[in-house]
Protein backbone atom coordinates (compact mmCIF):
# COMPACT_ATOMS: atom_id res chain seq x y z
CA UNK A 1 0.00 0.00 0.00
CA UNK A 2 1.15 3.19 -1.19
CA UNK A 3 0.55 6.15 1.46
CA UNK A 4 1.45 10.19 0.92
CA UNK A 5 1.44 11.89 4.24
CA UNK A 6 0.83 16.04 3.66
CA UNK A 7 1.58 18.59 6.29
CA UNK A 8 0.88 20.86 7.76
CA UNK A 9 -2.78 19.47 7.77
CA UNK A 10 -4.14 23.18 8.66
CA UNK A 11 -2.53 26.21 7.76
CA UNK A 12 -3.98 29.93 8.86
CA UNK A 13 -2.17 32.79 8.00
CA UNK A 14 -2.21 36.56 6.58
CA UNK A 15 -2.18 38.16 3.11
CA UNK A 16 1.37 38.48 2.16
CA UNK A 17 3.01 35.92 4.08
CA UNK A 18 4.95 32.84 2.95
CA UNK A 19 4.41 29.32 3.19
CA UNK A 20 5.61 25.95 2.95
CA UNK A 21 3.51 22.27 2.32
CA UNK A 22 5.06 19.11 2.55
CA UNK A 23 3.90 16.24 0.74
CA UNK A 24 6.06 12.75 2.29
CA UNK A 25 6.23 8.99 1.67
CA UNK A 26 8.14 6.07 1.97
CA UNK A 27 7.03 4.80 -1.88
CA UNK A 28 8.64 5.95 -5.15
CA UNK A 29 6.46 7.58 -7.57
CA UNK A 30 6.78 7.89 -10.97
CA UNK A 31 5.52 11.57 -11.32
CA UNK A 32 3.53 13.42 -8.56
CA UNK A 33 -0.09 15.88 -9.11
CA UNK A 34 -0.84 18.98 -7.14
CA UNK A 35 -4.56 19.69 -7.18
CA UNK A 36 -6.56 23.02 -5.23
CA UNK A 37 -10.14 22.43 -4.09
CA UNK A 38 -12.58 25.26 -3.03
CA UNK A 39 -15.32 24.68 -1.18
CA UNK A 40 -18.22 23.59 -2.88
CA UNK A 41 -16.22 22.60 -6.23
CA UNK A 42 -13.97 19.68 -7.08
CA UNK A 43 -9.65 19.37 -7.08
CA UNK A 44 -8.69 21.72 -10.03
CA UNK A 45 -4.87 20.20 -11.24
CA UNK A 46 -2.42 22.57 -10.54
CA UNK A 47 0.86 20.95 -11.92
CA UNK A 48 2.24 17.79 -12.38
CA UNK A 49 6.10 16.87 -11.34
CA UNK A 50 7.57 14.29 -13.03
CA UNK A 51 11.37 14.23 -12.78
CA UNK A 52 13.41 13.43 -9.67
CA UNK A 53 14.40 17.50 -8.30
CA UNK A 54 12.41 19.22 -10.79
CA UNK A 55 11.35 22.34 -9.92
CA UNK A 56 8.00 24.24 -11.44
CA UNK A 57 7.00 27.37 -11.38
CA UNK A 58 3.14 28.78 -11.42
CA UNK A 59 2.95 32.44 -10.76
CA UNK A 60 3.83 32.92 -6.99
CA UNK A 61 3.49 29.01 -6.27
CA UNK A 62 6.36 26.61 -6.61
CA UNK A 63 6.55 23.32 -6.92
CA UNK A 64 9.01 20.91 -6.35
CA UNK A 65 9.86 17.05 -6.60
CA UNK A 66 12.53 15.33 -4.56
CA UNK A 67 15.22 14.12 -6.26
CA UNK A 68 14.49 10.30 -5.05
CA UNK A 69 10.85 11.08 -6.44
CA UNK A 70 9.70 10.22 -2.91
CA UNK A 71 9.04 13.62 -1.42
CA UNK A 72 7.29 17.15 -2.69
CA UNK A 73 6.40 20.63 -1.65
CA UNK A 74 4.78 23.68 -2.49
CA UNK A 75 5.45 27.34 -1.73
CA UNK A 76 3.14 30.11 -2.20
CA UNK A 77 4.73 33.42 -2.11
CA UNK A 78 2.64 36.75 -0.97
CA UNK A 79 -0.33 34.44 -0.06
CA UNK A 80 -3.42 36.22 -1.01
CA UNK A 81 -6.97 35.51 -0.11
CA UNK A 82 -7.87 33.81 -3.53
CA UNK A 83 -5.28 31.24 -2.15
CA UNK A 84 -7.10 29.78 -0.08
CA UNK A 85 -8.52 26.31 -0.20
CA UNK A 86 -7.32 22.51 -0.14
CA UNK A 87 -4.40 21.92 -1.09
CA UNK A 88 -4.11 17.84 -2.31
CA UNK A 89 -1.21 15.89 -3.43
CA UNK A 90 -1.24 12.38 -5.89
CA UNK A 91 1.05 10.28 -6.68
CA UNK A 92 1.21 8.18 -9.79
CA UNK A 93 3.19 4.85 -10.56
CA UNK A 94 2.57 2.88 -13.66
CA UNK A 95 2.21 -0.12 -11.38
CA UNK A 96 -1.27 1.15 -10.55
CA UNK A 97 -4.17 2.21 -11.95
CA UNK A 98 -5.27 4.60 -9.98
CA UNK A 99 -3.65 7.47 -7.56
CA UNK A 100 -2.82 7.81 -4.80
CA UNK A 101 -3.92 11.05 -2.82
CA UNK A 102 -3.07 12.41 0.66
CA UNK A 103 -5.12 13.86 2.82
CA UNK A 104 -4.55 17.21 2.18
CA UNK A 105 -3.64 20.84 3.62
CA UNK A 106 -6.00 23.30 4.41
CA UNK A 107 -4.88 26.87 3.79
CA UNK A 108 -7.09 30.00 4.93
CA UNK A 109 -5.60 33.51 4.06
CA UNK A 110 -6.99 36.16 5.60
CA UNK A 111 -6.99 39.47 4.45
CA UNK B 1 -18.13 24.00 -21.53
CA UNK B 2 -16.48 20.38 -21.79
CA UNK B 3 -16.19 18.71 -18.15
CA UNK B 4 -18.24 16.15 -15.71
CA UNK B 5 -21.22 16.62 -15.24
CA UNK B 6 -22.84 15.04 -11.44
CA UNK B 7 -26.39 14.76 -10.57
CA UNK B 8 -28.05 15.41 -8.13
CA UNK B 9 -25.68 18.08 -6.30
CA UNK B 10 -27.50 17.07 -3.22
CA UNK B 11 -29.57 14.69 -1.80
CA UNK B 12 -31.44 13.40 1.27
CA UNK B 13 -32.09 9.73 1.77
CA UNK B 14 -33.93 7.23 4.20
CA UNK B 15 -31.62 4.27 5.01
CA UNK B 16 -32.23 0.99 3.43
CA UNK B 17 -33.62 3.12 0.03
CA UNK B 18 -31.66 2.72 -3.24
CA UNK B 19 -29.85 5.61 -5.08
CA UNK B 20 -28.24 5.83 -8.39
CA UNK B 21 -25.66 9.00 -8.58
CA UNK B 22 -24.97 9.92 -12.39
CA UNK B 23 -21.93 10.64 -14.27
CA UNK B 24 -21.57 12.05 -17.64
CA UNK B 25 -18.45 13.25 -19.05
CA UNK B 26 -17.97 14.97 -23.17
CA UNK B 27 -13.73 14.49 -23.46
CA UNK B 28 -13.69 11.55 -24.43
CA UNK B 29 -11.71 10.10 -21.54
CA UNK B 30 -10.78 6.52 -20.98
CA UNK B 31 -11.11 6.20 -17.51
CA UNK B 32 -13.26 7.23 -15.14
CA UNK B 33 -13.88 6.98 -11.27
CA UNK B 34 -15.51 7.42 -8.23
CA UNK B 35 -14.23 8.89 -4.74
CA UNK B 36 -16.08 10.15 -1.75
CA UNK B 37 -14.08 13.00 0.44
CA UNK B 38 -15.21 12.69 4.17
CA UNK B 39 -13.40 15.10 6.83
CA UNK B 40 -10.05 13.54 8.19
CA UNK B 41 -10.57 10.80 5.53
CA UNK B 42 -9.57 12.74 2.43
CA UNK B 43 -10.54 11.26 -0.82
CA UNK B 44 -11.03 7.45 -1.10
CA UNK B 45 -11.52 5.49 -4.35
CA UNK B 46 -15.06 3.63 -4.36
CA UNK B 47 -14.67 2.19 -8.35
CA UNK B 48 -13.03 3.25 -11.24
CA UNK B 49 -13.09 2.10 -14.33
CA UNK B 50 -10.32 1.93 -17.11
CA UNK B 51 -12.40 1.58 -20.22
CA UNK B 52 -16.02 0.84 -21.43
CA UNK B 53 -16.98 -2.59 -20.59
CA UNK B 54 -14.41 -2.44 -17.12
CA UNK B 55 -14.58 -2.05 -14.06
CA UNK B 56 -12.24 -2.49 -10.69
CA UNK B 57 -12.99 -2.13 -6.92
CA UNK B 58 -10.89 1.10 -5.24
CA UNK B 59 -10.05 1.16 -1.69
CA UNK B 60 -13.68 1.29 -0.05
CA UNK B 61 -15.99 -0.64 -2.45
CA UNK B 62 -18.41 -2.43 0.07
CA UNK B 63 -22.20 -1.26 -0.70
CA UNK B 64 -21.61 0.41 -3.74
CA UNK B 65 -21.92 -1.25 -7.74
CA UNK B 66 -21.41 0.89 -10.86
CA UNK B 67 -21.21 0.43 -14.20
CA UNK B 68 -19.56 1.68 -17.68
CA UNK B 69 -22.03 0.15 -20.84
CA UNK B 70 -20.19 3.20 -22.98
CA UNK B 71 -17.41 5.65 -22.48
CA UNK B 72 -18.98 9.03 -21.09
CA UNK B 73 -21.64 7.61 -18.60
CA UNK B 74 -20.37 6.29 -15.28
CA UNK B 75 -23.26 6.07 -12.38
CA UNK B 76 -22.70 4.91 -9.65
CA UNK B 77 -25.27 3.09 -7.14
CA UNK B 78 -26.22 2.51 -3.34
CA UNK B 79 -28.57 -0.62 -3.59
CA UNK B 80 -29.06 -0.23 0.09
CA UNK B 81 -27.84 3.02 2.00
CA UNK B 82 -26.89 3.11 5.43
CA UNK B 83 -25.78 6.31 7.38
CA UNK B 84 -22.35 5.54 6.91
CA UNK B 85 -22.49 6.21 3.39
CA UNK B 86 -23.51 10.13 4.14
CA UNK B 87 -20.30 11.88 2.47
CA UNK B 88 -19.41 14.21 -0.19
CA UNK B 89 -18.75 11.83 -3.85
CA UNK B 90 -16.73 12.98 -6.70
CA UNK B 91 -16.98 11.67 -10.14
CA UNK B 92 -13.26 12.16 -11.92
CA UNK B 93 -12.17 10.78 -15.77
CA UNK B 94 -8.70 10.88 -17.13
CA UNK B 95 -7.70 10.98 -20.72
CA UNK B 96 -6.10 7.46 -19.71
CA UNK B 97 -5.97 5.25 -16.47
CA UNK B 98 -3.79 7.12 -13.81
CA UNK B 99 -1.04 5.09 -13.51
CA UNK B 100 0.22 6.26 -17.04
CA UNK B 101 0.53 10.09 -15.69
CA UNK B 102 -2.56 11.14 -16.60
CA UNK B 103 -4.68 13.98 -14.62
CA UNK B 104 -7.52 14.13 -13.00
CA UNK B 105 -10.65 15.97 -14.09
CA UNK B 106 -13.45 15.78 -11.20
CA UNK B 107 -17.09 16.87 -10.92
CA UNK B 108 -18.30 19.54 -8.33
CA UNK B 109 -19.60 16.93 -5.92
CA UNK B 110 -22.70 15.23 -5.07
CA UNK B 111 -23.68 15.74 -1.41
CA UNK B 112 -25.85 12.85 -0.10
CA UNK B 113 -27.11 12.69 3.12
CA UNK B 114 -28.51 9.00 4.61
CA UNK B 115 -30.96 9.51 7.65
Known amino acids: TQLLEQSPQFLSIQEGENLTVYCNSS?????LQWYRQEPGEGPVLLVTVVTGGEVKKLKRLTFQFGDARKDSSLHITAAQPGDTGLYLC???????????FGKGTMLLVSP | IAGITQAPTSQILAAGRRMTLRCTQD?????MYWYRQDLGLGLRLIHY???????GKGEVPDGYSVSRANTDDFPLTLASAVPSQTSVYFCASSAQPTGVNSPLHFGNGTRLTVT
Open chain 2, 27 to 31: MRHNA
Open chain 1, 90 to 100: AGANSGYSTLT
Open chain 1, 27 to 31: SVFSS
Open chain 2, 49 to 55: SNTAGTT
